[in-house]
């Protein structure tokens, strides 16, 4: 993957020309998001802009080992900047309460590598078959003889080895695994990365994971499984919707299954699903169709009000996209 001379330029004009740069990224944040804002954040500073780090929630508890994560605010401390860049970000809305300050902005800078739905932004660096935000950030970098910090380099590691599963997943490119050699060399930290995010689980998790998996439903001659968390299993495990991260990848490992989702209620009456499907089956279709998003393998969307209910229409959902591919 090598970014395109214009977007390059584009780049480097926007950022030439500004001094104070917000940078924003989606709510219920994950590696590649605050890997990238972060990584970007330091590169901007290593070259004297002024720069200040949104996020609508704060880093979970797996994340909170990378470098410079307590500058992450929800609202800016200081107003007036003159570009606003916004990665990882496919929906304007999924900046949360951190929207406006992105909204009014005199300039703004997408940087994503998701099926984008809405096109916000002056200038928009958005390459679908990249494997991770970082990655492309990673490749820009590059392309502008940037000087790549360790720490900046555990950020962009941080994101490529998240969204690519720790390089199991599908999206794992040559590219991703090239630049994951280069940040190694730049002095990333595997070891953290790897310990904080891949062996990092909570006992609450441990818990609420067993009970994920023992109360798996199966359907379509086990091609499809889904979890269902209830509110009241997120109490019985003193659990919270961090601890579930992962789960529905635990589901689609299993031999026969095709398409897997895990749909919880950490907060009463606000019910989240993730999706997830081997090659061939789109389940962004399916999470669009209940007004959410994603990639053709990994998707999500949420639903409000009763559980059974949410149940019932996205196993809906996903049976027709189990029959028609
Ligand atoms: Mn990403």
């Given at each position: 993957?090598?970014?395109?001379?214009?977007?390059?330029?584009?780049?480097?004009?926007?950022?030439?020309?500004?001094s104070?740069?917000?940078?924003?990224?989606?709510?219920?944040?994950?590696?590649?998001?605050?890997?990238?804002?972060?990584?970007?954040?330091l590169?901007?500073?290593?070259?004297?802009?002024?720069?200040?780090?949104?996020c609508?929630?704060?880093a979970p508890?797996?994340?909170?080992?990378l470098?410079t994560?307590d500058r992450?605010r929800?609202?800016?401390?200081?107003?007036?900047?003159?570009?606003?860049?916004?990665?990882?970000?496919?929906?304007?809305d999924?900046?949360?309460?951190?929207?406006?300050?992105?909204?009014?902005?005199?300039?703004?800078?997408?940087?994503?590598?998701?099926?984008?739905?809405?096109?916000?932004?002056?200038?928009r660096?958005?390459?679908?078959?990249?494997?991770?935000?970082?990655?492309?950030?990673?490749?820009?970098?590059?392309a502008?003889?940037?000087?790549?910090s360790?720490?900046?380099?555990?950020c962009l590691?941080?994101?490529?080895?998240t969204?690519?599963g720790?390089f199991?997943?599908?999206?794992?490119?040559?590219?991703a695994?090239?630049?994951?050699?280069?940040?190694?060399?730049?002095?990333?930290?595997?070891?953290?990365?790897?310990?904080e995010?891949?062996?990092?689980?909570?006992?609450?998790?441990?818990?609420?994971?067993?009970?994920?998996l023992?109360?798996?439903k199966l359907?379509?001659?086990?091609?499809?499984?889904?979890?269902?968390?209830?509110?009241?299993?997120?109490?019985?495990a003193?659990?919270?919707?961090?601890?579930?991260?992962?789960?529905?990848?635990e589901?689609?490992?299993?031999e026969?299954?095709?398409?897997?989702?895990?749909l919880r209620e950490a907060?009463?009456g606000?019910?989240?699903?993730?999706l997830?499907?081997?090659?061939?089956?789109?389940?962004?279709?399916?999470?669009?169709?209940f007004?959410?998003?994603?990639?053709?393998?990994?998707?999500?969307?949420?639903?409000?009000?009763?559980?059974?209910?949410?149940?019932?229409?996205?196993v809906?959902?996903?049976r027709?996209?189990?029959?028609?591919?």
């Amino acid at each position: 993957m090598t970014i395109d001379t214009t977007l390059l330029e584009a780049f480097q004009a926007e950022i030439g020309k500004a001094s104070k740069i917000l940078i924003g990224t989606h709510l219920n944040p994950d590696g590649d998001a605050l890997g990238s804002a972060l990584g970007l954040a330091l590169y901007l500073e290593s070259i004297g802009k002024k720069v200040e780090v949104l996020c609508h929630h704060s880093a979970p508890k797996n994340l909170r080992f990378l470098p410079t994560v307590d500058r992450i605010r929800q609202v800016p401390e200081t107003a007036d900047h003159d570009l606003g860049i916004i990665v990882d970000l496919e929906s304007f809305d999924r900046l949360g309460t951190t929207a406006p300050y992105f909204e009014n902005i005199k300039r703004l800078m997408v940087i994503d590598h998701h099926v984008p739905h809405e096109a916000p932004g002056d200038v928009r660096i958005i390459e679908i078959g990249a494997a991770a935000t970082a990655l492309i950030l990673t490749r820009i970098f590059e392309a502008l003889d940037a000087e790549i910090s360790a720490d900046m380099a555990t950020c962009l590691y941080t994101g490529i080895a998240t969204d690519t599963g720790s390089f199991r997943f599908r999206n794992t490119s040559s590219s991703a695994l090239s630049a994951a050699a280069v940040l190694l060399e730049k002095g990333a930290n595997l070891e953290l990365v790897s310990e904080e995010i891949f062996q990092n689980r909570q006992l609450s998790s441990a818990r609420l994971l067993g009970h994920a998996l023992e109360t798996m439903k199966l359907d379509m001659d086990d091609r499809l499984a889904w979890g269902v968390l209830s509110h009241r299993d997120f109490e019985w495990a003193h659990a919270t919707d961090e601890d579930t991260e992962g789960f529905v990848n635990e589901l689609l490992s299993i031999e026969t299954v095709q398409i897997a989702a895990l749909l919880r209620e950490a907060k009463p009456g606000k019910i989240r699903c993730s999706l997830r499907s081997r090659r061939g089956f789109d389940v962004a279709e399916v999470a669009r169709e209940f007004g959410g998003g994603g990639h053709k393998n990994a998707a999500g969307c949420n639903f409000e009000g009763s559980l059974a209910d949410a149940e019932h229409q996205l196993v809906e959902g996903m049976r027709k996209c189990l029959a028609s591919s």
